[in-house]
């Protein structure tokens, strides 16, 4: 056994001492170099930080734009509007500037001051919206006269104004309407512009009265018939997984696009308002003409409708002005879509009735007995739709025709013409109906101020065969 000093004479102080140093040295060269890293990544933090905290953000339409007056808050609305996907529905003028509607998101309007939006996110005119940033961008795209160059950017702020341009009111002046055919936006004339005297066109359907009027495209079904037993229901909220209906496709779609964005979105793209603006009013003519075709049968061949009806005049009357009522309605409603083919539907329809100003039964095949104290006015189907408008100052489909666009209802002046000529020519003249002829003919000398009158002599082509209303009958 050694001795403990042999022990210790193994020990060595000076090697220890150096390894000791050597191990401190790359000790605190490891910390360095740690410290160093850990500088490193966070300069790679901030640097990634900076990015998304960037000043400058280039929009849908490829302008870049400062954001560095914006606030934290603020510049994350404007990035989520410059780069967000939205759709205008509708432009129309206002008495201070303009509206746009945008597709289920809110109505945005233009004037002299800060732009607003109904929107929900929106809380005064110091502080944008993402609708208005977004807005803001598309309109700088269609208005400015030279888009920034590589490195230039429009500096915007808060209220989505932006430096250095001019306010965006300012620079739209009176080109909002070429604009928006640009942009192919809807552009709604409001009640001061020429051609819609006294009527705002361009009202809003909300979101479920757009989604049934798109699902009930693909049926037979108008809009205000489509699915009654889901509607009561359909504004209720439900998650996506919550709108299925057991076996009822239909039903399903119609909750999942009230309640879930992407497929209304979608459903929207396949089935844009201009579609389905000319299929209602195409439905409408359809069931017009269905209704006057059986009509027709009932009172030649005594002809039930289908379902057992039995066509007689005040049946008929009741149906038309139904109907009339829904092309009014929808012509507001849906404006400037399917315009064209309402005021042809209407115009076709008179030039139709006016072929029934007549003892519309005479010559029947079934024999038909007369209901008592029934005249010869009362069969007369066209003096039924018109009534007493030297009285009351209505006039059937004229009061509509004539608050259409003047560039419109000169597309029907042919066949309003023809009209005239068919009711001229009928056999039954009435006060009602030299009324309803003169109000016709004022419409039409509008744009042809030439062309005179010729109503003056209307009822002295033929003698009557009774006085309407009278009670006596024909002779047959």
């Not at 040295?25 to 960037?54: F, H, L, N, V, W």
Request: charge should be negative; hydrophobic fraction near 30%.
């Amino acid at each position: 056994m050694s001795a403990p000093t042999s022990q210790l004479e193994q020990l060595s102080i000076g090697s220890n001492m150096a390894t000791t140093r050597d191990q401190a040295q790359r000790g605190a060269e490891t910390i360095r170099e740690e410290k160093e890293c850990a500088d490193d990544s966070s300069s790679e933090e901030d640097g990634s930080e900076s990015e998304d905290d960037t000043d400058t953000v280039q929009g849908n339409s490829e302008i870049s734009y400062d954001l560095s007056n914006l606030s934290r808050s603020e510049k994350a609305r404007a990035v989520s509007g410059l780069t967000g996907e939205f759709v205008v529905d509708k432009c129309r003028t206002t008495r201070d500037g303009f509206d746009f509607e945008v597709a289920d998101h809110g109505r945005v309007h233009l004037g002299p001051g800060p732009m607003t939006c109904s929107c929900s996110d929106y809380e005064d005119d110091k502080h944008a919206c993402r609708h208005v940033f977004w807005l803001v961008d598309q309109l700088h795209d269609l208005a400015m006269p030279r888009r920034p160059g590589p490195g230039e950017s429009i500096s915007l702020y808060d209220n989505g104004e932006s430096s250095p341009q001019p306010a965006m009111y300012r620079r739209l002046g009176d080109k909002m309407e070429d604009l928006a055919k640009k942009a192919e936006w809807q552009f709604v004339p409001g009640a001061s512009s020429p051609g819609v005297p006294g009527n705002e066109y361009g009202l809003s359907m909300t979101r479920p009265e757009k989604t049934i009027d798109i699902l009930s495209a693909f049926s037979d079904k108008l809009p205000e018939e489509f699915r009654p037993d889901q509607v009561a229901t359909i504004s209720e909220k439900r998650k996506p997984e919550e709108c299925v209906v057991q076996g009822d496709f239909e039903a399903t779609m119609l909750r999942l696009a009230v309640h879930d964005d992407d497929v209304y979105i979608s459903l929207r793209k396949v089935m844009p308002s201009p579609a389905r603006a000319q299929i209602y009013f195409n439905k409408i003519q359809a069931r017009l003409d269905t209704l006057l075709r059986d009509f027709g049968r009932y009172c030649q061949h005594g002809s039930l409708r289908r379902d057992g009806t039995a066509l007689e005049i005040n049946v008929v009357v009741n149906e038309v002005h139904k109907l009339v009522g829904q092309i009014e309605k929808n012509i507001t409603l849906r404006a400037p879509s399917g315009l064209e083919t309402a005021s042809n539907v209407l115009a076709s329809l008179l030039r139709e009735v006016s072929g029934y100003n007549r003892d519309a039964f005479y010559g029947n095949d079934w024999g038909r007995v007369e209901p008592a104290g029934e005249t010869e006015n009362d069969r007369n189907l066209f003096t039924q739709l018109i009534g007493q408008p030297e009285v009351s100052d209505s006039y059937f489909i004229l009061d509509i025709l004539e608050r259409l666009p003047r560039e419109e209802f000169k597309k029907l002046d042919s066949v309003l013409r023809m009209t005239m000529n068919i009711i001229n020519n009928a056999c039954m003249p009435s006060q009602s109906v030299v009324a309803y002829l003169q109000r016709l003919q004022s419409l039409l000398n509008r744009d042809h101020p030439a062309a005179g009158s010729s109503v003056a002599a209307y009822g002295q082509k033929r003698p009557a065969a009774g006085s309407s209303g009278s009670g006596r009958k024909r002779t047959k």
